[in-house]
T-cell receptor, first 117, second 115 residues
């Protein structure tokens, strides 16, 4: 069965600090997708990034970067030079299987990030 | 930018009543989903829908729940006899359905309060 663990529950940083959000996943499938979503105080879920199991290349997109390591089943997400607007709950999620392209997302419990001015 | 829209934003109902939550997925998307989030907890999958039938459902999605795509644009979640524990935020999502593409885009949610 698939499982996503976000061991951090709350993180508080001062603006302009870098912050890394940890995610560890479990799956028996060799094909799967990993995601990060953001839930700001307004409540909606906003897609941030997606990675498939065949692509371990780590990338940077603006202030966001991610570190995908299959050897440790981790998919960590870093925000560089954090801003107050980054304050939100961040969810890591996993989908798997032969229909992995469109199968259900399994979410972690989320990490509440507070960025103080 | 296309988006998933959900109505109403907040629904208050009495225990035992039926509720219908409505969603308009992104127009060219083929897969539709419902998730729920009990206050302060993680987002949980309820059901996925493709080609006018349920493709996958969770243990939560029991006989009191049903989904329907009544026309070419709406996607609804019906709860037949609401219970107190059904109080949650319900999210609708949709994805393109093309091979290898699975970015599920979510609506802003409907907060259901069962009294």
């Amino acid at each position: 069965a698939q499982k996503v663990t976000q061991a951090q529950t709350e993180i508080s940083v001062v603006e302009k600090e870098d912050v890394t959000l940890d995610c560890v996943y479990e799956t028996r499938d060799t094909t799967y997708y990993l995601f990060w979503y953001k839930q700001p105080p307004s409540g909606e879920l906003v897609f941030l990034i997606r990675r498939n199991s065949f692509d371990e290349q780590n990338e940077i997109s603006g202030r966001y970067s991610w570190n995908f390591q299959k050897s440790t089943s981790s998919f960590n997400f870093t925000i560089t030079a954090s801003q107050v607007v980054d304050s939100a709950v961040y969810f890591c999620a996993l989908s798997e299987g032969y229909t992995g392209a469109n199968s259900k997302l399994t979410f972690g419990k989320g990490i509440t990030l507070s960025v103080r001015p | 930018e296309p988006e998933v829209t959900q109505t109403p934003s907040h629904q208050v109902t009495q225990m035992g009543q039926e509720v219908i939550l409505r969603c308009v997925p992104i127009s060219n998307h083929l897969y539709f989903y419902w998730y729920r989030q009990i206050l302060g907890q993680k987002v949980e999958f309820l059901v996925s829908f493709y080609n006018n039938e349920i493709s996958e459902k969770s243990e939560i999605f029991d006989d009191q729940f049903s989904v329907e795509r009544p026309d070419g644009s709406n996607f609804t979640l019906k709860i037949r006899s609401t219970k107190l524990e059904d109080s949650a935020m319900y999210f609708c999502a949709s994805s393109e359905g093309t091979s290898g593409q699975n970015i599920q885009y979510f609506g802003a949610g409907t907060r259901l309060s069962v009294l």
